[in-house]
């Protein structure tokens, strides 16, 4: 099993930067995918970057604004945000997904951290 703790979230300028940051802890089989999720208020979860095996993707509204970076040795992952819009403000939830030891596939989820962005 597997804990994911957030860290990095706050209130910036419109146009300033963020780092978030995902620690885990706990013993997989294997991490395949690590990454970064947002939800709004009344909206849904949304795909914000992510990490596959090394394959990126990331959102359309962040493309070329943020980057995801992974660190496979220490299972955490890290999102810098650059040039801050209002419409990112959300909750951003880390999240990993693997195999278990007892070789399942499951996924783990933070509780987010939140990050407003001020006109």
């Known amino acids: 099993q597997l804990q994911v703790a957030e860290s990095g979230g706050g209130l910036v300028q419109a146009g300033g930067s963020l780092r978030l940051h995902c620690a885990t802890s706990?013993?997989?089989?294997?991490?395949?995918?690590m990454g970064w999720y947002r939800q709004a208020p009344g909206d849904q979860r949304e795909l914000v970057a992510v990490?596959?095996?090394?394959?990126?993707q990331y959102g359309d509204s962040v493309k070329g604004r943020f980057t995801v970076s992974r660190d496979n040795a220490k299972a955490t992952v890290s999102l810098q945000m650059n040039n801050l819009k209002p419409e990112d403000t959300a909750v951003y939830y880390c999240?990993?997904?693997?195999?278990?030891?007892?070789?399942?596939?499951?996924?783990?989820w933070g509780q987010g951290t939140q990050v407003t962005v001020s006109s």
């Open positions: 990490d596959n095996s090394g394959l990126k």
């Open positions: 706990g013993i997989m089989f294997k991490i395949n995918s």
């Open positions: 999240y990993a997904a693997g195999v278990t030891m007892s070789q399942r596939a499951r996924d783990f």
